[in-house]
């Protein structure tokens, strides 16, 4: 079976600036991957050459096996845009329709009707885009990036203008999708979003993925610090398993042992290392 | 239904919606009312000076193909703001507004879209200027009494003039923003239309240069050459003094379209279709 999504070497220049410069990734089918970066780190630029919004500069990108871009791979994927619009003249469920349409589903109103009710918007099926507040444009974004039942869902920023419950409405409907083994590629800035959902992380910085693994590899272990009547002494490769080692070492060096605190980083922590380091370099 | 047919019946209401086609109706509505005021005022005072008229002149005629010259050019300005207002965003405008993306991803493809973009706004303003054209034709008619030879051939001049100003300004979205191209369009229009004019006074004094201005901006905008063309079609059997001086007024002194115009329209329109098709398929949203 093919990768939901798969670039090699994909690189993208805008004139002179560089967006995207070499990037290697693959999502597979029903795995939630994230995608972090600051700013200007091209994780936009990326999730457009996969919807084939952009023409990459070099390299190749797959959705499902079809090159990106092609009408084969965008039957296959849902998009939703970080700076997205829908006509303010539309009523929800005409957008719905309108995009079932496109997407050539037959779902028809019972379609409409699931998607309205898995992003919370059942009550308004008949509210116009426009009397809609920014929060419930975005979750009608991601109903209209569901229609037709993508394989590949690709969501940029799903979650910046939503409230706490929003958020958490976009966090269980992922864990759902994840469930029904939708692929998902998830652009976000929340780090905590990202680590409760995502299989795997990828950080994307200047254009390069600078890492990447599931959330708990690049939560990693931060080592082991020892408090003794000399000083505090650091055991940075150490893990949890071998603090009683380390103790029984040093009481029989001699050293009284006041305190033992096993370090571990956060998502957030990795994520500023790799952004702050490669800033700096 | 195609996803061309869906995109174009999306426009038509979102067009319908904005009550776009209430605005237009009602400002033709009363354009057609004046038209009719004007014309009827006009034919009733020529009725009366008749009597001391010292040419042989039809009024009638003079009148009905001055008026209904004028209506044309009217219909044909008209058709072009509507068909400017229906384009003028419909690629970067909307890309820039993020109204774009979300259609674009879909299987239909960029071809499709603009092909339904262009449909809906072509085919609205066709409907348009035909219908403007003959409410302005009956009430010449009604009124004075006068009908033009061949009605049908200044219609289809205006018909295809503003399909081709759609096409332009359709094409012009993709590589501008929404007024920037709203003013390229209107100036292109403009241009047109002042060339036409040169071409007329060309012929009147036969300057070389002029009718040689005129007739390279006919070949570039050919939307000008077949409103001219229409004109030209309206009057071109009228004979004897009344062809004199209609010749000389204002929308007398169109040029005959020439044998070439209209393949060389369908081919302009086949150009753009091609030029829009390649610019849209390397355009990054």
């Known amino acids: ?281 | 239904m195609s996803g061309a047919l869906t995109v174009a019946a999306y426009a038509l209401r979102e067009s319908t919606r904005r009550r776009v086609f209430v605005v237009v109706l009602l400002l033709t509505v009363a354009f057609l009312a004046l038209y009719g005021v004007g014309t009827e005022a006009a034919f009733d005072s020529i009725d009366a000076q008749a009597a001391g008229a010292v040419l042989d002149v039809n009024d009638e005629v003079l009148t009905g193909s001055t008026l209904l010259g004028l209506a044309m050019f009217t219909t044909l300005f008209l058709g072009c703001v509507l068909a400017v207002f229906l384009t003028l965003g419909a690629v970067r405008g909307d890309a820039e507004r993020g109204l774009l993306q979300p259609l674009v991803v879909r299987p239909l493809g960029r071809t499709a879209l603009l092909g339904g973009r262009f449909a809906a706004a072509a085919g609205v303003c066709a409907l348009y200027v035909a219908a403007v054209y003959t409410g302005a034709m009956v009430i010449t008619g009604v009124a004075g009494g006068w009908w033009p030879a061949d009605p049908v051939s200044p219609g289809l001049g205006l018909v295809a003039g503003v399909v081709v100003i759609a096409a332009l300004s359709l094409l012009g979205s993709i590589f501008l923003s929404a007024t920037a191209n709203g003013i390229a369009v209107f100036m292109a229009f403009g241009a047109g239309l002042a060339a036409g004019l040169l071409g007329q006074i060309g012929d009147a004094l036969n300057v070389e240069t002029l009718k040689n201005i005129a007739e390279v901006a006919s070949w570039l905008l050919p939307f000008e050459a077949l409103y001219q063309g229409g004109l030209n079609s309206l009057t071109e059997s009228i004979g004897g003094n009344t062809a004199l001086i209609v010749q000389l007024g204002p929308f007398g002194g169109a040029q005959e379209a020439g044998p070439l115009l209209w393949p060389w329209a369908a081919a302009y329109l086949l150009l753009i279709a091609a030029a829009a098709r390649a610019a849209f398929a390397r355009r990054d949203l």
């Open chain 1, 1 to 281: 079976m093919p990768a939901a999504f798969d670039c090699r070497e994909l690189s993208k220049r805008y004139g002179g600036t560089v967006a995207l410069a070499g990037v290697d990734l693959e999502v597979q089918p029903g795995e939630l991957v994230g995608l972090l970066g600051p700013n200007g780190a091209g994780k936009s630029t990326l999730v457009k050459i996969a919807c084939g919004l952009v023409r990459p500069s070099a390299g190749e990108a797959h959705v499902v096996g079809e090159p990106a871009g092609s009408a084969a791979a965008r039957a296959t994927i849902g998009y939703l845009a970080e700076l997205f619009r829908f006509p303010e003249w539309l009523r929800a469920h005409e957008l719905l329709s309108l995009h079932q349409r496109l997407a050539r589903s037959e779902g028809g109103e019972a379609e409409r009707r699931e998607l309205l009710e898995l992003v919370g918007l059942a009550d308004a099926a008949g509210t116009r885009v426009g009397a809609m507040s920014k929060g419930m444009q975005q979750r009608l974004g991601i109903a209209q990036a569901l229609v037709g039942t993508p394989g590949l869902l690709m969501l940029d920023e799903p979650t910046s203008a939503l409230d706490p419950v929003g958020r958490r409405i976009v966090r269980d409907l992922l864990l759902e999708l994840k469930r029904r083994g939708v692929a998902v590629l998830l652009n976000s800035h929340l780090l905590s979003e990202v680590e409760r959902v995502c299989d795997r992380v990828a950080i994307l910085v200047g254009g390069r993925i600078v890492a990447r693994g599931s959330p708990a590899e690049l939560a990693r272990a931060g080592g082991v610090e020892v408090e003794l009547e000399s000083g505090v002494r650091s055991f940075p490769e150490a893990s949890r398993e071998q603090v009683p080692k380390i103790v029984a070492e040093l009481v029989a060096a001699g050293e009284r042992v006041y305190e033992v605190r096993v370090l571990s980083s956060t998502l957030e922590d990795t994520y500023l290392e790799a952004v702050e380091g490669v800033t700096a370099s």
